[in-house]
């Protein structure tokens, strides 16, 4: 469904990478929850494909240098997903694999939201929602300053869109004609009570996002291919003057089948063996695959 | 070192808004101080929210116009934005009405600046009830309150322009985020700038010791609480004074060091008295199980009335002589 220009396809190796780095995060994702005994699951699989995508396949970042200045940046907006995003951090030597393993116990860096104070490779602590569009605005005003050229790429709830402060800084970057700002909605549908549509409606999202100045895109949020082809093509835009937005139209829970679109598992436990279920859907997700 | 007149503008002249800025030394301080640290090497970027001519940034603006971000009337958007600025290793200024930069971000301040630890400046203008008939919307009566129960924020309220450029230096590798609450930029002259070179946060100024009783002042209210303190101490009554330029760190030595006598303090701030000056020095003397009384002088936990603000200094007594009066009764109870 993408009008994005100029997208090129993604080999097939590297879609095999990023749905591999898929599985790793979603199976990371069951076992540190199981650590914590409760968590966001179903939150972090609907982003799981767009946060592997931009890891692996889009942002310009270096393996143990979590503080590189040229680095593209990354904000959670929808901050209560970040289990999702500590396996990668671990991944990119930013954290310990220690650290990684002692997830939310008692002095622990990582919780439930993403702490740049505590944690290496977080560009922005988040939790309060709305927040994080501003923020990336804002390190472009301040890369404009320095005279540094990276991205900003926000990743925003679909909830998120009632937060009158993101559409305060959707009218500012369109204004400060910040084109390396990428946001992405992960249009799961669901905040903590139930569909989106039905708690406060956010629709036509994507006239709101033109009507406020930016380039707006549309994509499944799970198709590691598509979701990797338009972004790369929207990260290496010439001189963009225009702040661009991807509507990622995604499955809250997806994965793991019971929990797809169940409002419950906003925030869950999963049991010993209903885990092990899980880690084994998972896995032969990996397996299908293959064959 | 005037008194406690206030800089008036003549009724015989048309004016605009542009105008206003000659008659705010207190905000031509705050760009000019800006633009002077900038020359320094300061990485400083300003931003406001549609209020460059009310708190003088156009100044900053047409200096280093690529250092100066109009963020329009999203205040929020503008706290986070410079919190993200802040990432990358620049000092961001944000300047807006206190009524408005420390209420409507306050969660922003919070987290996104004094949880973060990033050294965003924030310049709470027009604070306390400066802007008279514009009515409690545009009054800020609770900002010291509230910034004071942030952790890791500095709370630094300066008396006059040269307080605030001296204390805008001070602030050039202080690490942590500061609110800076200043008024209208016409507040009377209390110091030459070379008397306040060694200026620090958290360090009060004594300016006079005395046994009998000690006023504790800070921002807008240290010139009337001077001039009151200096007509007291002409009669012979040994009145001391504090100016408590810094809310936070509170500088606890000073304050204990005016209860150590055991005579009466009075705290004189242009803010609710709850929250602000009065209770952090109440903190103190309740820690330490002082024998001092404390008056804390302020606006009583009222909305404020509308009028013009000498009126409304004269009807809460925070002018010089409803500042002396005040003295008195705890001189004299």
Known sequence: VSTATAQQPVDAATVEMLEERSRFIRSEVIRLISIAKVGHYASAFSCTEILATLYYGVMRLR????????????????????????????????????VLNEYTRLGNPLGDH?????????????????????????????????????????LLGDGEQNEGQVWEAAMSAAHHRVGRLVAIVDRNRYCLDGEVDEVMGIEPLDEKWRAFGWEVHEVDGHDVGALCALLRSLAGREEPTVPALVIAHTVKGKGVPHMESEIGWHLGYLSPEDEAKAQEHIAAGGERRRR | MSGSQTIQRSTEQSWTLLDLLDQAPGLLALSDTLVEITEGGAPVVALTGDLKYSNGLVRFAERYPERFF???????????????????????????FASFLPLLCCEQIRTDVAYSQLPVRLIGHHAGITLGFYGTSHHATEDLSIMRSIANLTVACP?????????????????????????????????????????????????????????IATGSMLAPSKAAVSKLREEGREVGLIDMHTVKPLDRQAVLMAAAAGS??????????????????????????????????GIPDVYSLIGPPTHLYQHYGLEAAGIEAVVREELDP
């Open chain 2, 159 to 215: 008396a006059d322009e040269s307080q605030l450029a001296a204390s805008i230096r001070a602030s050039v590798g202080w690490e942590q985020p500061i609110y800076f609450r200043i008024g209208r930029g016409r507040e009377p002259r209390v110091y030459e700038p070379e008397e306040l070179r060694a200026f620090e946060f958290g360090r009060a100024i004594w300016h006079f010791r005395g046994l009998e009783a000690v006023v």
């Open chain 2, 70 to 96: 109009n963020m329009g009337i999203s205040e929020q958007n503008m706290v986070s934005a410079a919190a993200g600025m802040a990432t990358l290793g620049l000092t961001p200024f944000v300047a807006d």
């Open chain 2, 264 to 297: 009466p303090l009075i705290t004189v701030e242009e803010h609710n008295t709850v929250g602000g000056l009065g209770a952090a020095v109440a903190e103190v003397l309740a820690d330490k199980g002082s024998r001092s009384r404390l008056r804390r002088h």
């Open chain 1, 114 to 154: 993403p702490d740049r104070t505590r944690v290496p490779g977080v560009d922005f602590s988040s939790g309060s929602i709305g927040h994080a569009l501003s923020a990336g605005l804002g390190m472009q005003l301040g890369g404009r300053v320095e005279g540094r050229e990276f991205h900003s790429f926000v």
């Open chain 1, 63 to 98: 393996r143990g240098e979590p503080d590189w200045p040229d680095r593209d940046r990354f904000m959670f907006g929808k901050g209560h997903a970040a289990v999702a995003q500590y396996p990668i951090l671990a991944d990119f030597g930013f954290i310990p694999e220690e």
